[in-house]
């Protein structure tokens, strides 16, 4: 590892005002809105970041991609772009926002599946044929309508409009179930009244025709539409993507142990066939709570102190801890084999508490990041408006929960974009 001549002191850098976006007051222009997804990214620091550091016409990169904010947004700003997550419902959501179709055609398709809710008779209704998990999270008289969506949309021809009526079913999933509310974490409300599946699709499919004719609108008036957006099922450690290949990253890597994306995901993921098992198709996020890797060794001695000043307080969650710094300097690495020389890597990333030991995640990216080799550009701290990121953890669990858990404690009110180039 080379030897750092200087750290940066995270602390005091000032609040930089023109990232904060304060007066944001929507972030689904385009198809941002298409569907939920923890901690995506607000859409307006992806445009800044491609606005100032993405200048010529090579690929914008994502390798955590996530539900493909940044990807989305190269489309709009005329780059090609390269998408790269491990969860396939990420994959999907991606797939669908990045291609923009002609709205005569999706609103024929529309009218086409929404006139077959009229031959909907439950006992008709194959329920042996999907994942029994799904028992436990919907009622009978939900999951039937879901399971007849599913078949009517799963014989539609065409792959985009196909996908396009799949993520909607996707998102309405959680209103339609026994899932709690206001939670990310699987948790079920007896008392809740779930959405009617029908109407739910309905209500959310017209929303979601009207952006994609706005996105549509956007691109054929700058002749991006052809523009290649590829989005790959891959891990961020070894995505397979070329040597000095890309222009730019821009990306937000997970944080450690906090959501659960693959069981946040499960509805989708049990229906749609992505799981048949949790635990193994949790294996290989990083970030999860999950962690089976016993080596509380890691690769830079500010990573080490906090995994030790953790494990006299709780040695599986340094453990834990300790995981995810080694995967991400993993991550490190691979983002510097695959940018191009001058390329510059954009890292939106916050720090946390656990147990009273700040966990420094974006000061140790950095330093694992010019360990690897990249050199400092710039460090950004903003702050996040509230409302726009659920910034609760349990005290006890370390999870994101809500403000009305009476062990919530407020964390992440800030956080950094890193700038580095190679
Ligand atoms: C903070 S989210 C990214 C959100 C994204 N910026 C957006 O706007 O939707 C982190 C993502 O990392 C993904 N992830 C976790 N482990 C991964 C791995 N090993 N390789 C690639 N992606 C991974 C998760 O599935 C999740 O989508």
Redesign the pocket.
């Known amino acids: 590892m080379q030897q750092l001549t200087q750290i940066i002191d995270f602390e005091h850098i000032e609040v930089d005002e023109s990232w904060c976006f304060k007066n944001v007051r929507s972030t689904e222009q385009w198809t941002h809105g298409y569907h939920r997804?923890?901690?995506?990214?607000l859409p307006n620091i992806v445009k800044k970041l491609i606005e100032e550091y993405a200048t010529d016409d090579s690929i914008v990169a994502?390798?955590?991609?996530?539900?493909?904010?940044?990807l989305v947004e190269a489309k709009i700003h005329g780059k090609p772009s390269i998408g790269?997550?491990?969860?396939p419902v990420?994959q999907l959501i991606a797939q669908v926002k990045t291609r923009a179709m002609l709205s005569d055609r999706l609103l024929l398709e529309y009218d086409k599946l929404v006139d077959t809710f009229e031959s909907f008779k439950e006992s008709d209704v194959q329920e042996a044929d999907v994942h029994e998990r799904l028992d436990y999270w919907f009622r009978k008289e939900e999951k039937n309508k879901i399971i007849f969506l599913h078949e009517e949309i799963s014989k539609i021809k065409e792959t985009d409009f196909r996908n396009f009526f799949l993520i909607c079913l996707s998102n309405i999933l959680k209103n339609c179930s026994q899932w709690l509310q206001s939670s990310t974490k699987p948790q079920i409300d007896k008392l809740k009244e779930p959405n009617d599946p029908f109407d739910a699709f309905q209500k959310h499919c017209k929303k979601m025709i009207k952006q994609n004719r706005n996105y549509y609108e956007e691109l054929f008036e700058n002749g991006f539409l052809d523009i290649p957006c590829e989005i790959r099922l891959?891990?961020?450690?070894n995505t397979k993507i070329a040597d000095n290949s890309v222009g730019i990253i821009i990306?937000?890597?997970?944080?450690v142990t906090s959501y659960e994306?693959a069981d946040i995901h499960q509805l989708t993921g049990f229906l749609f066939k992505y799981i048949d098992n949790l635990p193994e198709f949790r294996k290989?996020?990083?970030?999860t709570f999950y962690s089976n890797n016993q080596d509380t060794n890691t690769p830079t001695p500010s990573s080490q102190k906090i995994v030790d000043e953790l494990f006299a307080r709780d040695e599986k969650k340094a453990r834990e801890v300790a995981n995810y710094f080694n995967?991400m300097y993993e991550v490190g690495k691979e983002m510097y084999r695959i940018l191009k020389p001058n390329g510059h890597a954009c890292i939106v990333i916050g720090n946390t508490t656990f147990k009273d030991v700040k966990i420094k995640s974006a000061e140790i990216f950095f330093e694992m990041l010019l360990s690897v080799g990249f050199r400092e550009e710039k460090v950004i701290k903003r702050s996040i408006p509230y409302k726009l990121i659920p910034a609760i953890r349990d005290k006890k669990t370390g999870k994101f929960t809500t403000l009305d858990n009476k062990n919530s404690k407020l964390v992440y009110p800030e956080e950094y974009i890193l700038i580095l180039k190679k």
């Open positions: 997804y923890p901690a995506k990214f994502d390798i955590f991609a996530g539900c493909g904010t940044t790269v997550d491990i969860n990420a891959g891990d961020a450690r990306t937000s890597p997970p944080y994306y290989d996020f990083i970030g995967d």
